[in-house]
């Protein structure tokens, strides 16, 4: 079973840097699109950024400037590099896999809290 593994949340102070990574547990030539969401209390999960296997990228608004999204397919992993950290920014963030969604082949990892307070 594929498993994928969120690392390097923790608590940040405003203006802030945090990376998260995230390794796949399947070759990473196999996964089209990486994608991190994130879900704040009572709010709906969104997606953040993308990166597809033409190295491709997309963002939400609120981070563009700020977040980059990476993938090492040596390593099955992807990173997001997030600067300038707002509290704004405070959720649960979580990576996804897709490798064929049409055909449920794609994955989600637990997740790792991110928070932004002085």
């Known amino acids: 079973q594929t498993k994928v593994v969120e690392s390097g949340g923790g608590l940040v102070q405003p203006g802030g840097s945090l990376t998260l990574s995230c390794t796949a547990s399947?070759?990473?030539?196999?996964?089209?699109?990486w994608a991190w969401y994130r879900q704040a209390p009572g709010s709906e999960r969104e997606l953040v950024a993308s990166i597809d296997s033409g190295g491709r990228t997309k963002y939400l608004d609120s981070v563009k400037g700020r977040f980059r999204i990476s993938r090492v397919n040596l390593k099955n992993s992807t990173y997001l590099q997030m600067n300038s950290l707002q509290s704004e920014d405070t959720a649960v963030y979580y990576c996804?896999?897709?490798?064929?969604?049409?055909?449920?082949?794609?994955?989600w990892g637990k997740g790792t809290q991110v928070t932004v307070s002085s």
């Open positions: 399947i070759s990473a030539s196999a996964i089209y699109e």
């Open positions: 996804y896999v897709d490798v064929a969604r049409a055909l449920g082949m794609d994955y």
